[in-house]
């Protein structure tokens, strides 16, 4: 007969339950909470206007509760949390794609004379895109109107350059480079927009 201190439990010790889960996103700090916000809104560029970033949040914060996604102990909260929202995201794109008849599909013929589906999407961005990035963009210029180094480092940027290339075409120390990053990233945090390079 085995002993009885050898058996398994049959309870998973190594997820958190939902009701510790819940408790686990009642001492969510502020600042765990802003970078939640900024995550989600990350992850809602470019998705339709009717899903915003606090559905995502929502989402994720709903998913948790209800048990649907247990948190593995050895990870923290908000990681957990991004890692669910950046799901949501591909799945609402894998949604999308599937039910969206804009796919076209060509047959190509290979050398063994058999032919098989690609599907070719257009790598232009649609007009909303467009639009909502050139909207972003003029109001990203319109907030550091004033800071001429913030400034050349979104041009280079916009023209995908790297740091190293920015300081060199304009001149720019790495300090200077480094401090004008920093105010940049604390402003765009503040007015609820993200900067996602480096």
Known sequence: MPDMRQIQPLVDTKVLRPAESALALRLITEMELLKLKTIARLHARGLPPDVGWDDLLQEALTRVLIGARLQPKDVPIVAFLAGIIRSLKSEHWRRASARSGRGRTLL???????ARDVELRDPAPTPERSLSARQELIAIKKL???DAVALKIIAGLGDDLSAEQIRCAHGISRIDY???RKRMRRTLLREGL?????
Do not use: H, P, V, Y
């Not at 190509?108 to 058999?114: K, N, P, R």
């Not at 993200?194 to 480096?198: F, L």
């Open 178 to 180: 480094d401090s004008a």
């Open 194 to 198: 993200t900067c996602e390079r480096k």
């Open 144 to 146: 550091f109107a004033g």
């Open 108 to 114: 190509i013929d290979q050398e063994s004379d058999e």
